[in-house]
Nanobody, 122 residues
Framework: QVQLVESGGGLVQPGGSLRLSCAAS????????MGWYRQAPGKERELVAG???????NLADSVKGRFTISRDNAKNTVFLEMNSLKPEDTAVYFC????????????????WGQGAQVTVSS
């Protein structure tokens, strides 16, 4: 199986910065897309940013110019650099990975992290 472990959430003042990390481990053969969703209280989960294995990125309009997504393929890790944070960025952030895994017969599946709370407040 595959596990995703997130780190880096916390409380920050408006205008501040945070960096989220998400490391995948397990019987991984390859990882295609990785990225981040977020879910605020009372709202649906929304895509924040995605990145392919080749480094092509996609960012939600609400975070363009403020957030940057990157990945380290050798370490199966994806990062989300968040700058100029606003109160409306407050949410639980979930990483995901589209993974081909298995020691013998290869399977594919989407896996999720446990979620990291990001709170932007003065």
């Amino acid at each position: 199986q595959v596990q995703l472990v997130e780190s880096g959430g916390g409380l920050v003042q408006p205008g501040g910065s945070l960096r989220l990390s998400c490391a995948a481990s397990g019987s991984i053969f390859s990882i295609n897309a990785m990225g981040w969703y977020r879910q605020a209280p009372g709202k649906e989960r929304e895509l924040v940013a995605g990145i392919t294995s080749g480094g092509i990125t996609n960012l939600a309009d609400s975070v363009k110019g403020r957030f940057t997504i990157s990945r380290d393929n050798a370490k199966n890790t994806v990062f989300l650099e968040m700058n100029s944070l606003k109160p409306e960025d407050t949410a639980v952030y979930f990483c995901y990975a589209a993974v081909k895994y298995g020691l013998g017969y290869r399977k594919t599946g989407d896996f999720w992290g446990q979620g990291a709370q990001v709170t932007v407040s003065s």
